[in-house]
């Protein structure tokens, strides 16, 4: 097996560090300042104008759309080294390279499954980062780790589908410019249980759709939201539908195996600053006459931090080298276990950071807080860790029973 960057890939790895350097790590506290201006003018989900010039920057560099192959022409190792490198500015980066989720997985699902139709409406622009979008599949109702649950009715009637019922936590929906939802729902309730789902395009400004809130992580409003939005009659063309009848639990599934890689190392790189900020603070400051940096206890967090940081990211490029050899299916268990490994990796960097930084470390004086608020998330989002526990485990066992 081959970790190492290709030639183009050690290209990109090189501009995007430049990048970062020169352009994403300044617009950091741009950023911070334009958004707690949009804030006081009520508008906490308006775009940062700092955000659109960085787009223009990368895409001038051409850093832009890296995490989809037929684009980039780069293997799932590859990319992972760049998305750790994007993750070490998870806000900024991702967005202002065309390379930030949900878009992402929206992307890949109508590259993969859409209508040329479909991807002249809805995957051109977002390919060109004129508009943003939402992937509508969590429920308040059930409990969504188990997508067979998911109950939203999709129903045919002529040549519409109408849509009915309550989804919640839809990343990016707050977003003015999210224009349409990827939805999840049931379209055949009788169907074989993998069989009742189906994905359907959803303008957002369609009759019906009502978005009702934003939903804070952690007191933390995120700019782009996690909204719960209700669908009431929504009626879209049957020309919306994605693929076939039935067959979205297999797109979701499509969807979400390279996706995890991308959300795992941009864990990585956020572990990567958070060591980085930890060291920092450790050599400037003193007490009881030494520098943190000189107490055995700051020291052995430190060492342990990079050990944990460097087995997830070998664990994460093991299993998007798998990827590329065996496909998605044939590395589900891995996919489910750096699932798993990275969130818990970053969270535990992340807590010994703020533990170094003292009371620092919990305020917004520093960005450690944040960070782990919105990594803690990933414990949670594209399932959560009890089903890839559950699926590991299943995997492990099935090569013992007899057969």
């Known amino acids: 097996m081959d970790f190492a960057l290709s030639p183009a890939a050690q290209d990109y790895a090189k501009r995007l560090e430049d990048f970062m350097d020169s352009q994403v790590y300044p617009a950091e506290k741009v950023y911070e300042e334009q958004r707690r201006e949009l804030f006081a003018a009520n508008l ?4 940062p104008a700092v955000v659109e010039d960085l787009k223009v920057e990368a895409k001038s560099r051409g850093l832009w759309n890296l995490f989809l192959p037929d684009v980039s022409g780069l293997s799932n190792v590859d990319y992972a080294h760049l998305a750790e490198i994007m993750g070490r500015s998870a806000h900024l980066a991702p967005e202002a ?3 930030a989720a949900p878009d992402t997985g929206n992307m890949e699902v109508l590259h993969m499954f859409g209508t040329p139709e479909q991807k002249e409406r809805w995957l051109r622009p977002l390919m060109d980062g004129e508009i943003r979008s939402a992937f509508a599949m969590t429920e308040p109702a059930v409990a969504s780790s188990d997508a067979t649950n998911i109950s939203t009715e999709i129903t045919r009637d002529g040549d519409d589908y109408v849509i ?6 839809i990343s990016g929906a707050a977003d003015e410019r999210c224009t349409f939802f990827i939805l999840m729902g049931k379209t055949d309730a009788s169907a074989p249980a993998h069989r009742q789902q189906s994905q359907i395009l959803v303008p ?3 009759p019906g759709v009502t978005i009702l809130r934003n939903l804070p992580v952690f007191g933390y409003v995120d700019q782009h939201g996690h909204c719960e939005i209700t669908f009431e009659n929504v009626r879209v063309p049957a020309t919306n539908l994605i693929g076939e009848e039935g067959g979205g639990f297999a797109i979701a599934q499509a969807r979400l195996g390279p996706g995890r890689i991308h959300h795992c190392m941009r864990a990585i790189g956020v ?3 958070a060591l980085e900020l930890m060291c920092r603070r450790a050599l400037s400051r003193t007490a009881f006459g030494r520098t943190l940096a000189e107490q055995g206890v700051v020291r052995q967090q430190i060492a ?3 050990m944990a940081i460097d087995q997830a990211r070998l664990y994460t490029l093991y299993t998007a080298w798998l990827i590329d050899s065996v496909g998605a299916k044939g590395a589900r268990s891995e996919i489910a276990a750096i699932k798993v490994i990275a969130p818990r990796v970053c969270l535990d960097v992340l807590d010994k950071a703020i533990q170094v930084h003292g009371g620092g470390g919990v305020s917004d004086d520093f960005p450690l807080a944040s ?4 990594a803690r998330t990933l414990r949670i989002a594209d399932g959560p860790d009890e089903v890839h526990v559950r699926s590991v485990a299943r995997q492990e066992l099935g090569k013992y029973v007899e057969r």
Request: aromatic share 12%.
């Open 304 to 306: 342990e931090s990079r």
């Open 271 to 273: 572990a990567e600053r």
């Open 371 to 374: 960070m782990w608020a919105h």
């Open 97 to 99: 390279t065309n390379c």
């Open 204 to 206: 957002v400004d369609t």
């Open 44 to 47: 906490p989900h308006r775009v």
């Open 164 to 169: 009915n019922g309550r989804k919640w936590w």
